[in-house]
């Protein structure tokens, strides 16, 4: 029998780390079955979009799709939801091919969140998966960008990654956005948070460079780089918001000179960023700054077939260029689970 799991009942559930553990399992089994997932497949007329995110991890014996729509804008130049539809999350058992479980909205995470705003809690813990495979042990600053929904649980994640990070560099454009970010979020990290009125500022000193923005145009120039860091840019998109119209150019979240100063490039998946020709992969490779081979896939990464960084000296850039299913996957097997464990759920 499958079970039918909501989000409300599920809120505390998963902890963070168990989250990002489960989700780099996913990836593990990417990296060795890489047949058993395909990138999201995206449709779009204007501001309506359907997103589909398929995969199977043959280890963790699920497979299945999570889906979710929205309605959106680019008003002022960044990417802005006006109606969210609630994600969810259809699961087979691999091996024997019953249904496993339909989980009706995201998990809820972050304390901080209530259940109806908890939309994506997974993307900042395959954030937290890359950077935890590149960033330097030592890592003690962070630079983040973004004051938003995912720059309050980027900030969660890295800190989970490396407790070590004592200061969290916050730049957003607006400095009230930088304030009312701090007075939410400080409760929720012992690290200090220091808002910085600069992009570049944010960047200056830091061991990691979390890039959580909403913006369509660069945020962080590669110029402002130094030896030794790390990035991690979370903006993704699909080509139909250029071929419609919405945008003037693909969106960007970094300059070329990001990539030009990379040591090592990995992508959540890089067929991701051919398919949907998302621009600050695709324009680096379309213009010959850097080529489809050299971008690593993080399923390379988690299956521990590449390392993430050779010695503290690189400069690391990890693209989350979109969740894919298999770590959809892996988290949901992980609910279904707890939930069977604690009772949770109607059997269907
Ligand atoms: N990779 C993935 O899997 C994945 C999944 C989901 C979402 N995303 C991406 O995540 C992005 C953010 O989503 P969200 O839900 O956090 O949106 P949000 O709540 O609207 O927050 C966006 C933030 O970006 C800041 N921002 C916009 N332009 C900026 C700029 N030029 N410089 C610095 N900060 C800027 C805004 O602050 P100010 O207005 O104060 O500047 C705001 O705090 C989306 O655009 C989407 O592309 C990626």
């Known amino acids: 029998m499958a079970l039918l799991i909501k989000d409300s009942e599920i809120v505390g559930l998963v902890s963070v780390d168990e989250a990002i553990a489960a989700i780099h399992e996913g990836y593990r089994d ?3 079955m890489p047949a058993f997932s395909a990138p999201r497949l995206r449709i779009q007329h204007q501001d309506r979009r359907l997103s589909v995110h398929t995969g199977g991890c ?27 539809g609630k994600r969810v ?19 809820s995470l972050f304390s901080f969140e209530t259940v109806d705003e908890a939309m994506g809690t997974e ?20 630079g983040l960008y973004g004051t938003g929904r995912q720059a ?16 969290v560099r916050i730049y957003s454009r607006s400095n009230q956005n930088r304030a009312a970010f701090v007075d939410r979020m400080q409760p929720h990290v012992s690290a ?37 860091q790390h990035v991690t840019s979370i903006v993704g998109s699909n080509k139909a918001v250029f071929q419609q119209g919405l945008v003037a150019e693909p969106r960007r979240e970094f300059d070329d000179e990001v990539i ?50 050779e010695n503290d000296r690189e400069i690391t850039l990890f693209k989350q260029n979109s969740d894919q299913g298999v770590g959809y996957m892996a988290l ?13 759920g109607i059997e269907i």
């Open 30 to 32: 990417q990296g060795e």
């Open 58 to 84: 043959h280890q963790l014996g699920v497979s299945g799709a999570f889906l979710h729509a929205e309605r959106f804008t680019y008003l002022g130049g960044a990417q802005q939801y006006t109606h969210i």
């Open 89 to 107: 999350y259809v699961t087979y058992n691999c091996d024997t091919a019953e249904l496993m479980a339909l989980i009706v909205g995201s998990p």
């Open 123 to 142: 993307t900042p813990c395959t954030s937290a998966v890359g950077t935890d495979l590149m960033a330097r042990q030592n890592a003690r600053i962070l």
């Open 152 to 167: 309050r649980r980027h900030l969660v994640t890295m800190c989970a990654i490396r407790p070590a990070i004592d200061e």
């Open 192 to 228: 200090r948070l220091v808002v910085v009125d600069t992009a570049e500022a944010a960047a200056r000193g830091a061991d990691i460079i979390c890039l959580a923005t909403g913006s369509n145009t660069p945020v962080l120039h590669g110029e402002w780089l130094v030896p030794g």
């Open 260 to 309: 030009r100063r990379s040591n090592r490039i990995v992508a959540t998946l890089k067929d991701q960023a051919i398919q949907d020709e998302q621009g600050d992969l695709f324009q680096p490779v379309h213009n010959g700054l850097t080529s489809w081979d050299a971008i690593i896939d993080l399923g390379q990464l988690a299956s521990g077939k590449i390392m993430g960084r």
């Open 332 to 344: 949901a097997n992980l609910i279904v689970k707890k939930a069977r464990a604690a009772g949770i």
